[in-house]
């Protein structure tokens, strides 16, 4: 491959910014494939939730069970806060604190502030005189992808400099042997 450079480091850098590519194109695709799956179970828990009117108490046991399993099986950050439904507030749901939900699912949920705030998204809904807020780390499985993807960016852009450098110096080493006059 001579276009890669005859520096050793700089081929090594090409392969390293090849092997980071494949590595983020499989991830790329686990990634996608996994979110599919996800979407289709979290798809289920909606309208399991969107067809309750009144919560009983073994309603509230099936939703908690629900979530673990979503959350262990996919191992991401789901929670359902449950509100019992107040006409003075239509949209205020989703900025209310966890803490002040009626019924919150995993009832062992621990509440990150920033993480909530940057990285959490929040949909609702009603369900009979509840209003439902579930809350999650949305896509978070384009994560890994992403960073082998910025990794292979930076290599990338390594590999172009070292690869410039080195075309360079070879052309002014050769332009300096021409300069030299045998007289």
């Known amino acids: ?38 979407k289709v179970y979290r798809g289920q828990l909606f309208n399991h939730l969107e067809n309750y009117n009144q919560l009983t108490h073994k309603e509230f046991m099936e939703i908690e069970a629900s979530i673990k399993a979503i959350n262990e099986e996919f191992h991401s950050f789901e929670s359902v806060a449950i509100y019992l439904k107040n006409d003075n507030r239509a949209n205020g749901y989703y900025d209310r604190n966890i803490n002040e939900a009626d019924y919150v699912f995993p009832s062992d949920l621990k509440r990150n502030k920033w993480m909530d705030d940057l990285f959490i998204g929040a949909e609702g809904f009603e369900a009979g005189n509840f209003f439902i807020v579930h809350r999650d780390f949305v896509d978070w499985y384009y994560v890994f992808p992403l960073g082998l993807f910025s990794i292979g960016g930076i290599l990338f852009i390594l590999w172009i400099i070292l690869l410039a450098k080195h075309v360079y110096k070879g052309r002014m080493l050769k332009s300096k042997h021409m300069l030299v006059r045998y007289d």
């Open 1 to 38: 491959m001579q276009f890669v450079g005859f520096n050793r480091t700089i081929r090594v850098l090409f392969y390293c910014f090849l092997v980071v590519l494949i590595l983020g194109i499989i991830s790329l695709y686990i990634a996608s494939s996994k979110t599919a799956n996800y």
